[in-house]
């Protein structure tokens, strides 16, 4: 099992970013898939949660803001990031929970900054 985040790197406040991740190694569309981030300091916190009928679930602090997707023919995840804050800067990574074990994707970083 592999995941591969992509798309993270800096961008102006207000700008926008598309993370992708790229799963590999088992049957991407059945899984719920989830993206969490970790700002400095902080613990990892849940972003956004896409189940395998698409049903979508969000933190409070990103709603409207962010929307998470997949596209099972290319077993890709991804997060479209608007509006974005230096708040939102951390270390994105995406989250498969397989009944063989659970993953994680390398993450990638997102920094806001003037």
């Known amino acids: 099992v592999q995941l591969v985040e992509s798309g993270g790197g800096l961008v102006q406040p207000g700008g926008s970013l598309r993370l992708s991740c790229l799963a590999s190694?088992?049957?991407?569309?059945?899984?719920?898939m989830t993206w969490y981030r970790q700002a400095p300091g902080k613990e990892r916190e849940l972003v956004a949660s896409?189940?395998?009928?698409?049903?979508?679930n969000y933190a409070d602090s990103v709603k409207g803001q962010f929307t998470i997707s997949r596209d099972n023919a290319k077993n890709t995840l991804n997060l479209q990031m608007n509006s974005l804050k230096p708040e939102d800067t951390a270390v994105y990574y995406c989250?498969?929970?397989?009944?063989?074990?659970?993953?994680w994707g390398q993450g990638t970083q997102v920094t806001v900054s003037s």
């Open positions: 896409i189940s395998a009928r698409s049903i979508t």
């Open positions: 989250r498969a929970r397989l009944g063989i074990g659970d993953y």
């Open positions: 190694g088992f049957t991407f569309s059945p899984y719920t």
